[in-house]
Nanobody
Framework: QVQLVESGGGLVQAGGSLRLSCAAS????????LGWFRQAPGKEREFVGS????????AYADPVKGRFTISRDNAKKEVYLQMNSLRPEDTAVYYC?????????????WGQGTQVTVSL
């Protein structure tokens, strides 16, 4: 099974950018689809975006469309979340997650999360 470790979080002013990384170890990275989720204080975890095992397909939640971009490097076993035009409402703990490329597979491997704080 793959293991995931996020990094790159921090404090940024509104309008700024951050790039999160998620490094994987363990089994073949390219066997997994990957997703980014976030959880703000007092709120449920929500989907941010996803990328297919090949990297050919991405999907984004409406609040981040046009501002966030997901990419992956299977050779490096890493997935990235580029976040631009950040807003205070993007403040949350961000998690990467993995699922098998089997159709309908759930996200069942999670990283520990990285804090992103966007100030006015």
């Amino acid at each position: 099974q793959v293991q995931l470790v996020e990094s790159g979080g921090g404090l940024v002013q509104a309008g700024g950018s951050l790039r999160l990384s998620c490094a994987a170890s363990g089994r073949t990275f390219s066997d997994y689809g990957l997703g980014w989720f976030r959880q703000a204080p007092g709120k449920e975890r929500e989907f941010v975006g996803s990328i297919s095992w090949s990297g050919s397909s991405t999907a984004y939640a409406d609040p981040v469309k046009g501002r966030f971009t997901i990419s992956r490097d299977n050779a490096k076993k890493e997935v990235y979340l580029q976040m631009n035009s950040l807003r205070p409402e993007d403040t949350a703990v961000y998690y990467c997650a993995a699922r098998s490329k089997r159709v309908g597979a759930p996200y069942d491997v999670w990283g520990q999360g990285t804090q992103v704080t966007v100030s006015l």
